[in-house]
Nanobody, 119 residues
Framework: QVQLVESGGGLVQPGGSLRLSCAAS????????MGWYRQAPGKQRELVAK???????NYADSVKGRFTISRDNAKNSGYLEMNSLKPGDTAVYYC?????????????WGQGTQVTVSS
C-alpha cells in the first residue's frame, strides 16, 4: 500500500503561482510513474502532467509552458509548480502513482487539494 498526501493548494489570483506537493508513504514510489490530475466541478478528471522514474515528462497542452512536474525520490515526494495561473485552472488536483510496465501493483491516488484561481 502506498498512501499519498497532498498539500499546497489554495486561493490565488490570475497570473499567480502555486506549488503542490505529494508525499508518499513508501519508497516504492520512486519506481512508479507519478502524475497530477485535476477535476473541475461538472467536468471529467483529466491528466495534467506525469513523470517517470527516469524523469521523462508529459504535459497536457493546456498547461505546457506554465506548469512543471518534478520528483524527489529520496524524499518519496512529487511536486507540481504552477505558474501564470488562469481561472480555467481552478479544480481539485490529485496526485497519482502508477506502477510502470514490468512492475506489478495497483495505482494510488491522493485525497486531492483545491486550487482556486480567482480575482
Amino acid at each position: 500500500q502506498v498512501q499519498l498526501v497532498e498539500s499546497g493548494g489554495g486561493l490565488v489570483q490570475p497570473g499567480g503561482s502555486l506549488r503542490l506537493s505529494c508525499a508518499a508513504s513508501r519508497s516504492i514510489f520512486g519506481l512508479y510513474t507519478m502524475g497530477w490530475y485535476r477535476q473541475a466541478p461538472g467536468k471529467q478528471r483529466e491528466l495534467v502532467a506525469k513523470i517517470t522514474r527516469g524523469g521523462i515528462t508529459n504535459y497536457a497542452d493546456s498547461v505546457k509552458g506554465r506548469f512543471t512536474i518534478s520528483r524527489d525520490n529520496a524524499k518519496n515526494s512529487g511536486y507540481l509548480e504552477m505558474n501564470s495561473l488562469k481561472p480555467g485552472d481552478t479544480a481539485v488536483y490529485y496526485c497519482n502513482a502508477e506502477p510502470p510496465p514490468g512492475l506489478s501493483g495497483r495505482s494510488y491516488w491522493g485525497q486531492g487539494t483545491q486550487v482556486t484561481v480567482s480575482s
